[in-house]
């Protein structure tokens, strides 16, 4: 029951079934002490399950879970003193003031009388709610209920902090502001475990693993996976009659893939030779280029690849 | 796990008196209903509207329906002339009673034989009807003993002293006037209780089940245990309180009498809140918006009350009927509510009712926290 090592998450072949669906199919991956661990995937990948088996929310149906050094399965209490959780809920009440709130989960975290003044004034600086303290927590606005929902989770100065999609319908700057507060916390040595939408908000993690339908199915930095994940040349196409382009393109021998990105197309080509080849067939079919030139791969070209499994390749660490 | 219980305890008070709303719906609704009931509910009938309808014409027709007229129970409305006026008057709800002589009534009186009166009642208040029908008998009956000894005293004065009678006393104990508020509004804290501290509790769990908050506790460090204690804790308190409000409220207003030992009631309370908190809870466990909890509530409220013995006697209940109000804790509650206002009686009389409410309670409870556990996983 001690702590074992460094890694703060130590998963093996986790699997969790509800009926006869899998929600957690085999994972297994280990994270870093204060790294930023990013959790990505569509809707339902599975992202979701993994954090709440984690938290001791719900019980595995095999494998293993260590965090913090203990056994999610046989001590989920004492895990529960060792992790910070916060849903995408901002699970504040909202007819409590922002004080209330911290002295309340300051009290369910049991954080010594001696240290509460101390623990409740940091966690109102980080939030930026020093004056505040007696507003309504309904009446702030998401970025504000956001950051004090993270300073209640984090009251007890847990070594792990679990973060369920956190920025989900906040303002931009909101969430610049918060991810610079994730940023301070991993300096300082909390390891961060962060599931997100956001591609923007993948590249501030340390790693990523990638899920979907309940497998993990890539695991390393980000720049790991834009590289690995992309086998060939991918090349940025600006034309009129996006439909037929696309039509055409996959008729085309040579283009792996098509994937709109706004106005444009994201082509995966095995060779960017072949770039006046195709610019020749679509203007043959009518289609005016405005532009096309190779262009390096973003973690979403690397989430498409990797979701759809079209031009994928195996990035570095995949999981066995 | 004290400074736990506290905090918990300081914001479900915050949830429960900071709203406006909820203030109100907690001292409110008691009280209204306190009131309404005390007025309305009552099984007395009164001024039963009433058309007479006289073939005969005679003295003693004539004084018989003047028996009505002069009774509270009855107010006559209508003299007709015809039978097919009765129709309309009943249809429209114009009357409720139709007394018709035939005519021939006094001769077959003076007879000495059967002289038939009829009465068309509208049964659709069956009840109002089977009371009117009783006073009308009464009425009938007293007619016709005076006028037997009136007819006794004419023809045969020295029978007079012979004439077997009957005479009735009542004495109805702890409730001399038989005062229907005195049974309702006992009953109305034991109902208003329930739906108030069933619903409230119920409400919450859901509500934090609802906006997320009840996932955030569970990734504290706080127990199963300390969470059902502080989410049922408050309401017990609240549940008090409003047993000594309302019974203030009707003592004072309504004048009905409190004979026995506080004690006694705030124990039986504190039982029977036990069973009332244990369903809200298991509520609580099955629901997954307020909605729903709300409808369930309902649900549950309503046929405990009907089983309960507060409006209708469980002696006249079908007998598998009657087993079933055995599980219901109300029932018990009503008795030691009604024992303590009225008849002053103490636990040596109350105690099998105690005791059913502690076993009806802890039954609850348990299974509630059960299921509670279980939902969490």
């Known amino acids: 029951m001690t702590r074992s090592n460094g890694n703060s998450v130590e998963v093996e072949n986790l699997v969790k079934r509800f009926g006869d669906f899998t929600a957690v199919d085999r994972i297994s991956f280990q994270t870093r002490t204060g790294e930023v661990f990013g959790f990505l995937g569509p809707n339902g990948s599975g992202k979701s399950t993994t954090i709440r088996i984690l938290c001791g929310l719900l019980r595995p149906t095999s494998g293993r879970a260590i965090v913090a050094g203990y056994d999610v399965v046989q001590s989920p209490e004492l895990i529960r003193r060792n992790i910070g959780y916060m849903s995408q809920k901002f699970s504040l009440y909202a007819d409590l003031t922002v004080f209330e709130n911290l002295r309340f989960y300051a009290g369910m975290y049991g954080v010594p009388a001696a240290e509460l003044r101390g623990r409740i004034d940091w966690a109102l600086e980080m939030a930026g709610l020093r004056g505040r303290e007696s507003n309504l927590t309904g009446t702030l606005a998401g970025g504000w209920k956001q950051r004090l929902a993270l300073g209640c989770a984090v009251l007890h100065r847990p070594p792990i902090v679990f973060l369920d999609e956190p920025t989900s319908g906040v303002d931009p700057l909101s969430r610049r502001l918060f991810w610079e507060l994730i940023q301070r916390m991993s300096g300082d040595g909390v390891t961060i475990f962060v599931t997100t939408h956001y591609m923007d908000e993948a ?37 009129d009659r996006l439909g037929e382009a696309i039509e055409r393109l996959r008729r085309f021998d040579g283009v792996r893939d098509v994937a709109v990105f706004g106005n444009a197309l994201h082509l995966v080509v095995s060779d960017a030779a072949a770039a006046p080849a195709i610019r020749a067939a679509l203007e043959a079919d009518a289609i005016s280029v405005t532009s096309l030139q190779p262009i390096r791969p973003s973690l979403e070209d690397a989430f498409v690849a990797l979701t759809t499994g079209r031009g994928a390749n195996c990035p570095s660490e995949l999981p066995s | 796990m004290i400074e736990r219980l506290r905090q918990i305890l300081v914001k479900e008070f915050i949830h429960l008196f900071r709203d406006k709303h909820a203030r109100f719906s907690l001292i409110v609704p008691p009280l ?81 034989r059967t002289a038939p009166v009829q009465a068309v009642l509208d049964g659709t208040d069956s009840n109002t009807a089977l009371i009117a029908a009783g006073y009308i008998n009464q009425i009938a009956t007293r007619f016709a003993q005076d006028y037997q000894l009136q007819l006794a005293d004419r023809l045969r004065p020295a029978l007079m002293t012979f004439a077997p009678r009957i005479e009735l006393q009542e004495r109805p104990w702890y409730n001399a006037n038989l005062e229907g508020r005195w049974f309702f509004v006992p009953g109305v804290i034991g109902t208003v209780l329930l739906v108030t501290v069933i619903t409230l509790t119920a409400f919450a769990v859901v509500r934090e089940r609802e906006i997320g908050t009840l996932e955030q506790l569970m990734v504290t460090p706080i127990s199963p245990a300390e969470l059902i204690v502080g989410k049922t804790l408050p309401f017990l308190l609240v549940g008090l309180a409003t047993v000594i409000i309302t019974a203030i409220a009707g003592t004072l207003w309504f004048q009905v009498p409190f004979r026995g030992n506080v004690f006694v009631l705030l124990l039986g309370t504190t039982l029977f809140l036990s069973s009332a908190l244990g369903v809200g809870l298991l509520i609580s466990t099955i629901c997954w918006t307020q909605q729903q909890s709300f409808s369930l509530a309902f649900f549950y409220v309503t046929p405990a009350i009907m089983l309960s013995g507060f409006g209708y006697p469980i002696a006249s209940m079908p007998h598998a009927l009657q087993l079933i109000t055995y599980l219901d804790p109300l029932r018990f509650y009503l008795v030691v509510l009604r024992g303590t206002f009225i008849k002053g009686v103490g636990l040596g009389v109350l105690w099998p009712q105690m005791l059913a409410m502690t076993l009806l309670g802890s039954g609850a409870l348990t299974l509630a926290t059960l299921r509670f556990h279980k939902t969490l996983d």
């Not at chain 2, 509207?49 to 005679?58: E, I, N, P």
């Not at chain 2, 107010?75 to 006026?85: A, F, G, H």
């Not at chain 2, 009765?86 to 021939?104: E, Y």
């Open chain 1, 203 to 239: 590249e501030y993690c340390n790693r990523l693993a990638l899920m979907n339908g309940g497998k993990l199915i890539a695991l390393g930095t980000p720049t790991e996976l834009k590289l690995g994940s992309i086998q060939g040349w991918l090349l940025l196409l600006e034309c």
């Open chain 2, 32 to 112: 209204l209903q306190m009131l309404i009931f005390g007025y309305a509910a009552t099984y007395e009938v009164n001024r039963v509207s009433t058309a007479v309808l006289d073939f005969d014409h005679s003295p003693e027709s004539r004084e018989f329906l003047e028996r009505f007229s002069a009774s509270s129970r009855f107010q006559v409305r209508y003299i007709l002339q015809n039978e097919s006026q009765i129709t309309s008057l009943l249809d429209h709800r114009r009357v409720v009673l139709v007394l018709q002589i035939q005519p021939g009534f006094a001769e077959l009186l003076r007879k000495g």
